[in-house]
């Protein structure tokens, strides 16, 4: 059911209170609110999780490489690492977005080990 989680889970929680928890393991993204729970997306394979202050859920994805939020109950590409140059490319760990949707990531890839700024 869905409070059967696998063993790799992610936790973000929106302004407004939701909880959201990406199952890696069973491979679907989960909203919590007011005591029940239900399925946003299936097939999800969110490695990261992030509300921006406007409410809006960014999702990291294949491996960090890609991010997309959520609009809906479908996950929208926003930027993929190989949509973008070399140097320019991420494998990213974490993801942070500011109130006017500025995302920053955490990269490692290649062992870059650097914070990259997306407008």
């Known amino acids: 059911g869905i409070n059967d989680l696998g063993h790799t889970c992610y936790l973000a929680i929106s302004p407004s209170g939701e909880m959201f928890v990406s199952d890696w393991q069973n491979r679907r993204l989960l909203r919590f609110q007011n005591g029940s729970g239900d399925l946003v997306v299936g097939n999800a394979d969110a490695t990261a999780l992030f509300s921006s202050p406007s409410g ?3 999702v990291l994805s294949q491996f960090g490489r890609t991010v997309q939020k959520l609009v809906g109950s479908t996950l929208q590409t926003v930027i993929a690492s190989e949509s973008l140059s070399a140097d320019m490319q991420f494998e990213a760990h974490e993801i942070f977005v500011t109130k006017e949707e500025v995302i ?16």
């Open 56 to 58: 809006v859920l960014y």
């Open 104 to 119: 920053y990531l955490l990269d490692n890839l290649n062992n870059n080990r650097r914070i990259l700024c997306i407008n």
